[in-house]
């Protein structure tokens, strides 16, 4: 689950607001990798300390300041942690809670949804962005079909 600066895990409710802020894109961004949230915030925490003693104090009343849009923001930005994924398509898949929409080869979904219809509709948006594919699976794991966005961005 992502966090802002409104809802995040309490351990970071004592951390002064720019190492919070930057503990939140930290883990937001470990998540995206496919990081466990028990292991991406201990590690978020720890990496934000230490980016919070050889910042910059601008870098540090940046941070400070930094709204829920720009974390947001940055959020969206997460395939360039994973800039391989960036090239792959989306895939539509059945998972033990719904249906998951997850980027070829990402060891995590993006999302889930209860419903296959919203599952697929975020897909096709992501693959539309991305300029990619929508792969959309059956329960049984077999191609249901694609919707093709390759060139629709480049």
Request: charged share 40%; glycine share 4%.
């Amino acid at each position: 689950m992502p966090w802002d600066k409104n809802d995040y895990p309490s351990s970071l409710k004592n951390l002064n607001s720019a190492v919070r802020n930057k503990a939140i894109d930290i883990a937001n961004a470990m998540l995206d990798e496919g990081y466990d949230e028990n292991r991406a915030i201990p590690i978020a925490t720890s990496q934000a300390k230490e980016w919070y003693d050889n910042a910059s104090q601008k870098e540090i009343n940046e941070m400070k300041d930094v709204d829920d849009k720009e974390l947001k923001e940055r959020e969206d930005k997460q395939y360039d942690n994973r800039p391989e994924l960036l090239d792959r398509g989306e895939h539509v898949v059945a998972h033990d809670d719904g249906w998951a929409v997850q980027a070829k080869g990402a060891k995590k979904p993006d999302q889930v949804f209860d419903n296959k219809d919203e599952a697929i509709d975020r897909a096709k948006e992501i693959a539309e962005n991305k300029g990619t594919k929508a792969v959309i699976h059956k329960k049984n794991g077999d191609v249901q079909n694609e919707h093709n966005y390759e060139n629709s961005n480049k």
